[in-house]
Every structure is written in structure tokens, then in C-alpha cells.
């Protein structure tokens, strides 16, 4: 008999919930055959059986468990005798790394994040639903039942669209939202409404504390007169490219050219001990809803500026339509983060542990400059801002990588190859 743990599949992942089995308790399991849908911090995924023979679930829809937590069994005897528990103790969590498609099961993209539309059951199954009363259950999508959590709403009086009046996502998206906690009532603030953070924004959260609290960081800004770049592109637009490359494309382009030539900024502080990377794989940071995702470029160094321009806007379609995976979200070895088409001319980003360096890109600006024969004259301006980790990255090592952006962005013949 197998046992199936909470699989890690992401490089961030600590915990996941089950949101559907899509085998019933007892039924046969066929080896390589679809089991769980788990969801993440950042995505949902379908995870397939390593092994063979009737299932036994431990624990049920709904249940978060951390990394290594058993959820089932698959191989016992006949149909299973024992049924989803309700307060399962989880297995000791699995060495960091070492659950990536291990541990009697693997894991498949099903293409859908958290927030994507569910593939909805012809049917409920037992267990499927809250307890209304003794030998009563609400028939509700694992989906639905989220969601009504999340807004407080009580599933009792929903009444459900779906097969067999199951109640779905749509029917709780319509429900009015449960009051929200009040607290404060006729203070100077007035009432004070308290909303819960999704999965995603609990871990932003948690990740962008952890790096505060522990890396000592630095910053340095950058001046870049881009007039060159900003001809670069007329004539691509000219030429019909598809997509024509942003301004953010070039700097995306233009630091992973410098991270090869500077393999500390490129590399990861982790346990004390300095990582090197051989690959060069960029973030690029995405808004999505009430959230910032970064989709990662890899061997951004090693493709054209057209490709790295398709990639970027392809990934960031994925993360507004909740369709990107946890593997286009992992293997970054550095980020950039651009709030310019906001009017920022410059901010300092928080860096993505255990990564070395973010680079943070302002709005280009055209402003009045000292040229070489001492008049003024007017430019496009950006100004970049690398926000560097002091136990990686001295002074004269930022310093050196971001001259080295500036001079491939103000001479970006080296960009279109």
C-alpha cells in the first residue's frame, strides 16, 4: 500500500489544500491515472497516481495540509472501509526539494489558477458539501464552498444552479457577501471592516516580511538616456515586429545580457553560502487582481529581444486570465519590476528571496539635458533602480552591473540580436 503526501509543487509551496478528488473513496486507482486536484500558493494543479489500486482517503476537500501530510492511500485491499478524516494528523513535512513528483504520485499543470472557472461534476459524491443536518449534506463544488468561506456567506441558503442542484461557483458569486466584521462603531475612524487575504496574498505577505526582516539591502539609481532605444522601436513598429517590444522588454533584455557577465548579481544567498547560477532566468513582475505575480523569462540571455517581448506578454495574459502554472512562476534567478506606465519616476523594490538583485523601472521621461558640448537639450530619461542583498553584493559590484545595463540600453544594437 502507497501513501500519497501533499506533494511540493513549487519552489515556495509549504502547504496545499485539496480541493477535489477526483476518484471516489474505494474506487480503483490505475497507476499514472488523474487523483487530486491541490491548490497552491499560486496555482492549481492536477496530481497524478504513481500507484495502482483502491483508494483511501485521509483527507477530504477543503483540507490544508503542509508538505509531506498524508492524503490518502492507494492499494489497499478492496474498496476502502475507512472514510475521509476529519481531523487527519499530517506526515512529517519532506526535506526541501525533495517532493517534486516523489512520494507515490506526480504532478500535472492543468492550465488553471486559483481563481479560474472549475470543471464543474455531473453529480455530487459523498462528502461532497457541508453537514446541514444528520444524514444531510449540502451538494456544493469544493470551488463554491471556498468561496462562500471567504465571504462569509452560508451555503444553506444558496440554491444551486448546477447538475442536480449542486451549487457552483456562479450561484455564490451572485449571493449577496455576509456583512463584514465591524469593529470601531462611532470611533473618529467609523466602522472598520476586516477583509481576509487570499492564499496568494498570505504568502506576498509572508515572503515580503521574510525579506525585510532578513536581508540587509542597498540601493543605487541609474540615469539612462534612451533615445537610442526609443529609435530602436519606432523602427521596429515600422518594420510590422509583432509584438513591437516594450521599453520594459529592452530592460529586460539588457539586464540578462549583464547577469551573464556579472554572475554574482545572477546568483542566491542561502544558508550562508553563495549559490551561482549557469542560467539566466528573469522575472518580469505582473499586477494581477489584489495581487503581484512574477512569471519568470528563462534563458532570457539566450533569446532575441522579439522572443523576450512575446514571452513577456504571452506570460502576463496567463497571470490576468488565471491559466499560469507554478513552473512559468519558479527557477527566477533575478527580477524587474516596472510601476513607469504609473508615472513612478523611481521606487525601491522589495527583493524576491534568495535572489541577489531586483531592478526597479521608472517612467521614461523627456526632460531638458547637459549635453556633451554643454547645452541644454531634450531626452528620453528612465531611471533604474537595483536594489542589491549586502551579504552578495558589495557597492562596486551594483554599481558595475548597472553601468553595464545603461550602456547596453543607450547602445541596444546587442538587444535585437
Known amino acids: ?58 483527507a477530504e476537500e477543503g483540507a490544508t495540509l503542509p508538505v509531506g501530510g498524508l492524503i490518502a492511500h492507494v492499494g489497499v485491499d478492496g474498496p476502502a472501509s475507512v472514510g475521509p478524516a476529519e481531523d487527519a494528523a499530517p506526515a512529517a513535512a519532506t526535506e526541501p526539494g525533495g517532493g517534486d513528483g516523489a512520494d507515490g504520485g506526480r504532478a500535472v499543470a492543468n492550465g488553471a489558477a486559483s481563481g479560474q472557472q472549475e470543471a464543474e461534476r455531473p453529480a455530487a459524491i459523498p462528502g461532497d458539501g457541508a453537514a446541514v443536518g444528520e444524514g444531510e449534506r449540502i451538494k456544493a463544488s469544493p470551488l463554491a464552498r471556498r468561496l462562500a468561506r471567504e465571504r462569509g456567506i452560508e451555503l444553506q441558503a444558496l440554491h444551486g444552479s448546477g447538475p442536480g442542484g449542486r451549487i457552483v461557483r456562479a450561484d455564490v458569486e451572485a449571493a449577496p457577501s455576509a456583512p463584514a466584521t465591524v469593529a470601531g ?77 556579472h554572475p554574482r548579481v545572477n546568483g542566491s544567498y542561502r544558508d550562508g553560502v553563495l549559490q551561482l547560477h549557469s542560467r539566466v532566468n528573469v522575472g ?32 502576463a495574459e496567463r497571470v490576468r486570465d488565471g491559466t499560469i502554472t507554478p513552473p512559468e512562476l519558479g527557477g527566477g534567478t533575478f527580477t524587474v519590476s516596472n510601476l513607469g506606465m504609473y508615472g513612478v519616476r523611481s521606487f525601491s523594490a522589495i527583493i ?12 521614461l521621461e523627456r526632460r531638458a539635458v547637459v549635453v556633451e558640448d554643454g547645452t541644454l537639450a531634450a531626452r528620453n530619461v528612465l531611471a533604474l533602480t537595483l536594489v542589491c542583498d549586502h551579504r552578495i553584493l558589495y557597492g562596486a559590484d551594483a554599481a558595475e552591473f548597472a553601468a553595464r545595463v545603461r550602456e547596453l540600453l543607450e547602445a541596444p544594437a546587442a538587444l535585437s540580436l
Not at 292 to 303: I, R
Not at 353 to 363: C, E, K, N, R, Y
Open 185 to 261: 462603531v462611532g470611533t473618529a475612524k467609523g466602522e472598520t471592516t476586516t477583509e481576509p487575504l487570499t492564499r496568494t496574498q498570505q504568502t506576498i505577505a509572508r515572503r515580503m516580511a521574510e525579506s525585510k526582516a532578513t536581508i540587509p539591502d542597498f540601493s543605487i539609481i541609474v540615469e539612462v538616456e534612451m533615445e537610442a532605444c526609443v529609435e530602436l522601436r519606432a523602427e521596429l513598429k515600422r518594420l510590422g515586429g509583432d509584438p513591437v517590444p516594450t521599453y520594459n522588454d529592452m530592460v529586460v533584455k539588457a539586464c540578462a545580457l549583464a547577469l551573464r557577465e
Open 352 to 363: 524576491n528571496p534568495p535572489q541577489a538583485a531586483i531592478m526597479s523601472v521608472g517612467a
Open 1 to 58: 500500500m502507497a501513501e500519497i503526501v501533499m506533494p511540493r509543487l513549487s519552489d515556495t509551496m509549504e502547504e496545499g489544500t485539496i480541493l477535489r478528488w477526483l476518484k471516489r473513496e474505494g474506487e480503483q486507482v490505475a497507476r499514472g491515472e488523474e487523483l487530486v486536484e491541490i491548490e497552491t500558493d499560486k496555482a492549481t494543479m492536477v496530481y497524478e497516481s504513481d500507484a495502482a489500486g483502491a483508494l483511501q482517503i485521509v
Open 284 to 315: 518580469v513582475a505582473v499586477a494581477a487582481e489584489n495581487a503581484l505575480v512574477v512569471p519568470t523569462v528563462f534563458d532570457a540571455d539566450l533569446k532575441a529581444l522579439g522572443e523576450v517581448a512575446r514571452e513577456t506578454r504571452a506570460l
